[in-house]
């Protein structure tokens, strides 16, 4: 699938569905300029100003605000094999600011390995078959359009990118990633699974990013025009190929263009050190 150049209407349809751009979080900087980076996490890009005639300047400037954008370095090494919580950034944490937490287990209807023996769980470790089976029904019903009019930080893989030059947008169209909120120590992971396509629309033009990376999107969720869950994007964080990886969790409603690009199942998703076949394998070819 290649890039494509989208010009005029589709794209500012798509911003129209979004609605405008909020300024962004408390505390958060909307100037454009360099951005400091966070020691040995990532590096901070924000999507620089682009000259403009005065009349479309005063037209832009009612529609948009500078988008922060982060490409993810590797995570320290030399700590072996484990989990821990979302590392966030210190510019990202002004954007996990206000983001509602979505009250869902990602991982109720999963098989996971039996560690211990028949009757070895202590009680408090024993699942509560009642609980399981709601949870299980919260997962099932959830959708990304149900989370309109919430701020959100979704993962998704980016699968076309589309620029509107005239206007100075681009547009994402992402595969959704759930997230538990747990990571590795030395890579970050999010689920195989996810619950659809949505768009992300960034006010700006950004060339630097490329299909198949994985993103996190914070913004204003609403329904686009063309019925797809939509983000107008204040902040993207990004993670090229190595720099991230895949575990089985969630109930798959991942676009069926997309499942056929798999030639790995879902149990044997998951390498802590995965390299370029790894990702060709589970997404398709660049």
Same mark, same amino acid.
């Given at each position: ?13 798509? %911003? ?11 505390? @958060? ?9 966070? !020691? ?5 890009? %924000? ?12 037209? @832009? ?46 991982? !109720? ?32 019903? /959830? ?8 701020? #959100? ?24 990633? /759930? ?10 992971? #999010? ?25 996190? #999107? ?13 983000? @107008? ?22 676009? !069926?263009?997309? #499942?056929?690009?798999?030639? %790995? ?22």
């Amino acid at each position: 699938m290649t890039r494509r150049i989208a010009i005029g209407v589709a794209v500012l349809g798509l %911003v129209a569905g979004c609605g405008e751009v909020p300024e962004g979080p408390p505390g @958060a900087d909307a100037t454009r300029g360099d951005a400091a980076p966070r !020691a040995a996490e990532s590096r901070a890009a %924000v999507t620089p100003a682009e000259p403009e005639a005065p009349a479309a300047a005063s037209k @832009a400037a009612a529609r948009r605000r500078a988008v922060v954008i982060e490409f993810s370095k590797p995570m320290r090494g030399g700590r072996g094999l484990g989990t821990m919580g979302y590392p966030a950034t210190e510019k990202e944490s002004a954007f996990l600011e206000g983001m509602e937490k979505e009250d869902l287990n990602l991982w !109720a209807g999963t098989k996971l390995p039996d560690f211990a023996g028949p009757g070895d769980l202590p009680p408090e470790l024993k699942p509560d078959p009642e609980k399981e089976k709601e949870d299980l029904r919260k997962l099932k019903e /959830y959708t990304l359009s149900r989370q309109a009019g919430k701020r #959100v930080g979704w993962f998704g893989i980016v699968r076309e990118i589309e620029m509107d030059e005239e206007n100075d947008l681009t547009r994402l169209l992402l595969e959704h990633k /759930y997230f538990d909120g747990m990571t590795d120590l030395h890579i970050q992971v #999010v689920s195989y699974y996810g619950a659809g396509d949505f768009v992300a629309v960034l006010p700006s033009r950004v060339t630097n990013l490329r299909r198949l990376s994985l993103v996190r #999107v914070y913004g204003n969720a609403t329904v686009g025009n063309d019925g797809l869950p939509c983000v @107008a994007a204040e902040y993207v964080r990004v993670w090229d190929w190595g720099l991230f990886t895949f575990m089985n969790y969630g109930q798959d409603k991942t676009n !069926a263009t997309w #499942v056929k690009l798999r030639k %790995v199942k879902g149990e044997d998703c998951y390498s802590p050190r995965p390299d370029r076949a790894f990702y060709e394998q589970r997404l398709g070819t660049r």
